[in-house]
């Protein structure tokens, strides 16, 4: 070690003076560094595909070389094509609702900017503003399920007959800016079903 650092300090003395006299002086570059080779992994045997519903044969464990398992006797491969999986049946949604009591709606008055909350038994109206709410159902996702709340629902001009441009369809209480519902003055919400 002490030879090559000493040998190192000799060169670095002897460049400058040797850049001086005109001499140029070539420094061989830093070696390469590269990792011992490993041993190549031995090849496996040629298996068959196991047919369908049977198991694979064990792979080798990486431990000891012994097998993780025995492997099964197995008949003459054959080729079973995999069906293709849509995207939608990977992970199945349920579209499940159940009825519920009344519907608790949230009603911005625009004019002022108060806010109030309302109940609305499912075949029950009630007159807000200059807006008559009537609810048909309201609807609730099961316990195992994310917790949603959904209602069908009028709203219609008071002192108009049933005709009359308004609102008639569902809101979601998880997508509130699906439906916007109300007129200039009130703006509704769905809050829940109790």
């Known amino acids: 070690m002490r030879l090559v650092v000493g040998l190192l300090a000799s060169l670095a003395m002897a460049a400058p003076a040797a850049a001086q006299n005109g001499q140029t002086v070539a420094v061989p570059p830093a070696p390469v560094l590269t ?7 031995p090849p496996a045997a ?16 990486a431990d000891n070389g012994a097998p993780n398992q025995p492997a099964p006797a197995t008949a003459p491969a054959t080729t079973v094509p995999a069906a293709p999986v849509p995207p939608d049946a990977a992970a199945p949604v349920s579209n ?7 519907a608790m709606l949230g009603v911005l008055n625009k004019v002022d900017g108060s806010s109030q909350k309302i109940k609305i038994p499912p075949g029950g109206q009630m007159t807000v503003g200059d807006l008559v709410v009537s609810v048909q159902s309201c609807l609730v996702r099961p316990a195992d399920q994310l917790p949603d ?7 219609q001009p008071a002192g108009s007959d049933s005709g009359a441009a308004g609102f008639r369809g569902w809101m979601i209480r998880s997508a509130p800016g699906a439906t916007v519902v109300g007129d200039a003055g009130e703006t509704f ?3 829940g079903c109790s």
């Open 35 to 41: 990792p011992a080779p490993t041993a190549p992994a």
């Open 46 to 61: 040629p298996s068959a595909a196991p047919s369908f519903g049977q198991t694979p044969p064990a792979t080798p464990n």
């Open 96 to 102: 499940t609702w159940l009825p519920a009591g009344a």
């Open 149 to 155: 709340a959904a209602v069908f629902l009028s709203v």
């Open 189 to 191: 919400r769905l809050i």
